[in-house]
């Protein structure tokens, strides 16, 4: 394959790719328990009074859902573009910094005391989340701020959060536990219309600010030393970039639960489809992860229709053999 036949071939990609998110939310629509052909579902959405039972299922459960998914799957991809690129390490995902133990600490210490407000249990757990995320920092900052320190103490902040997080749901009723349980596994099911008109501004607007930044994050990728010799204040955009990748992560764990894998994979498949330079590789990672998310969704409602198994199970399945390939491409190091 000649040069230009690669060029071809890498704009189609980019251009299938920009349309895979509408592609992605149709086949979202059809799935479920009530199978809608395509006929029938561009009836309800051209022509349809709102008034049916499937012109209802659609417009008012499923097309919520979808953006949700597309939403959460955004904000997991270009989280993990992020960290890879300011840790150095390609197995780092935006759970990784503790961020999904605070999240998860949050949102159970809210539905163990018995809340069941759709706004107070996301807004519990971005306040946790953004609390580890918080904690973190100050004890890599005490030790130089490496990318292995950061590492270490997201382990150690998560591992505490695991704890108090097992505390909580031995000591909550069944019904509580079950619920945090449920939602501890990747939970699509509450989208709210609420929910998404924020959910969007926060996810748009971390992703123009992370774009303005793709320059920074070429010379993270390059090593620290590098990058402050061409002139680049390590540090303080190291706390930019944490910052932001985090505040994206609580966004997708408030809205959805924990939805593992999407921020490790995604990043990976677009930088060997469109090289490693951040202009172009977050914005596709973007697009890639919203696609996926909604297609990994529709499987979960599809599979044991019309019982559903939660979304973070599908990404788990899909996720985890890409990551033992990472793993052992790397020979067992992180």
Request: aromatic share 8%; charged share 10%; net charge positive.
């Amino acid at each position: 394959m000649n040069k230009r036949q690669k060029t071809h071939l890498r704009t189609l990609g980019q251009f299938f790719l920009l349309l895979s998110p509408l592609l992605a939310i149709l086949i979202s629509l059809s799935a479920g328990s009530l199978e809608l052909s395509w006929n029938r579902l561009f009836s309800i959405l051209l022509h349809g009074s709102g008034k049916e039972i499937a012109e209802v299922i659609v417009w008012q459960i499923r097309l919520p859902r979808a953006l949700l998914a597309g939403l959460v799957g955004a904000a997991l991809s270009l989280s993990g573009v992020t960290f890879q690129a300011v840790l150095r390490n390609p197995l780092a995902d935006p759970y990784l910094l503790g961020v999904s133990g605070g999240a998860a600490l949050g949102a159970v210490a809210a539905l163990t005391c018995g809340v069941q407000s759709p706004i107070v249990i996301p807004l519990a757990a971005f306040i946790g989340a953004l609390t580890a995320l918080s904690l973190v920092y100050l004890v890599a900052q005490a030790h130089t701020c490496s990318s292995h320190t950061l590492i270490l103490a997201g382990v150690m902040v998560g591992s505490l959060a695991a704890a108090l997080l097992l505390f909580l749901l031995w000591r909550a009723p069944a019904d509580a536990t079950r619920q945090a349980i449920f939602w501890l596994a990747g939970n699509l099911s509450l989208a709210d219309p609420d929910w998404l008109s924020w959910g969007w501004l926060w996810v748009v607007s971390g992703f123009l600010l992370l774009w303005s930044q793709s320059l920074n994050l070429d010379l993270l990728t390059q090593g620290e030393e590098t990058a402050a010799d061409l002139g680049l204040h390590v540090g303080r955009t190291r706390l930019i970039l944490f910052a932001l990748a985090g505040a994206l992560t609580a966004c997708a764990v408030a809205l959805a639960g924990l939805v593992g894998f999407v921020g490790l994979v995604i990043p990976h498949i677009c930088r060997l489809l469109w090289g490693p330079g951040h202009r172009l590789l977050l914005p596709f990672s973007a697009l890639l992860g919203s696609s996926f998310l909604i297609i990994a969704d529709a499987i979960a409602r599809s599979l044991y229709a019309p019982a559903e198994i939660p979304v973070g199970v599908v990404t788990a399945v899909l996720g985890a053999p890409f990551f033992l390939y990472l793993l052992r491409r790397k020979g067992g190091s992180l």
